[in-house]
């Protein structure tokens, strides 16, 4: 049975953390399960090929962060299901879940330390959500040092803010190893996400465009960068019901514009607004030398 927690006292290392801000769905369950395996594969401890026979532990942390939000986001209307969550954490093969107050995770009130997600924080996401990022980054900081982890898992879906993990993790010297998962979607395509509880019915026909719009991208890959911005980009102009943020192609390695030359990894990344609701979405693709 699945382990409730809700102090750092009572959180004992994990092999394996995944971190959530509850409402937890397929997507989110799709992350235990690979943090499941990896911590059956490398037991309690040992490391990758350990053998010992030591079963390792995942956590789940729930927690909505309010450093996360700006002044007009949905902070106070964001889902809070943590029975339905436990639940679900529980079906996928977590250890248990952490689920801390906010005096719990932040003692002394909003901390004056922080830390800073830099210009790569600044660019898209970081554009349109002033200071989220430096506000993801230090609570992920926080609950690393606090679950101990060998290993973190966090979905594709959110692409800058895998990338600026990784980041992190790299410049500060987290002895942490920071696990994509590749993004869950719905039949129709549409990318899981908890946001998706506010669509209407006609919001959620809107929102196919998203989809649509990267895999029309992916399909134009062998004609370069400018041929899947431009495959991408005639597919939202022709949509309804969407008021686009950006559509970008971008280097992974810093969250700059992928060159028309780019060759290997890229991101097509698109943000709308359908409705009431803000989406993002974004798709992998990957770009061969020219011939």
């Known amino acids: 049975m699945t382990e409730l927690v809700h102090t750092a006292a009572d959180l004992p290392p994990a092999t394996a953390v995944v971190m959530t801000m509850g409402a937890l ?10 943090a499941r395996a990896h911590a059956d594969r490398t037991g309690a401890g040992g490391g990758a090929g350990a053998g010992d026979g030591t079963r390792g532990t995942v956590t789940v942390t729930v927690f909505v962060n309010p450093l996360q939000f700006g002044p007009n986001e949905d902070l106070d209307r964001y889902p809070r299901t943590l ?5 679900l954490a529980e079906q996928a093969g977590a250890d248990r879940v952490f689920a801390p107050s906010a005096d719990e995770v932040y ?31 230090t609570v992920v900081a926080k609950l690393l040092h606090l679950t101990r982890p060998e290993a973190a898992f966090f979905g594709e879906k959110d692409a800058q803010q895998l ?22 979607r719905e039949a129709d395509r549409l990318a899981l996400s908890s946001r998706n509880r506010y669509l209407s019915e006609q919001d959620r ?24 911005r431009k495959a991408a ?22 969250f700059t514009d992928a060159p028309p030359g780019h060759t290997g990894p890229a991101v097509l990344a698109v943000a709308a607004k359908v409705g009431t609701t803000r989406l993002i979405d974004n798709i992998p693709l990957e770009f061969g030398a020219p011939e």
């Open 25 to 34: 769905h397929e997507g989110h369950a799709a992350l235990i399960r690979a």
């Open 205 to 228: 026909g809107h929102a196919l465009a998203l989809s649509r719009a990267l895999f029309a991208g992916r399909d134009a890959v062998a004609g370069g960068p400018d041929a899947v």
């Open 83 to 87: 029975d339905a969550d436990l639940k």
């Open 107 to 137: 003692p002394g009130g909003q901390p004056q330390v922080r830390i800073s997600a830099g210009p790569m924080g600044e660019r898209y996401e970081g554009a349109a959500r002033p200071g989220h990022f430096d506000g993801m980054l």
């Open 163 to 184: 990338a600026l993990i990784r980041r992190m993790a790299t410049d500060l010297n987290f002895p942490v190893e920071i696990i994509g998962v590749p993004t869950v």
């Open 233 to 254: 980009g005639r597919v939202l102009e022709a949509a309804d019901g969407l008021a686009v943020d950006y559509l970008a192609l971008i280097d992974p390695a810093d």
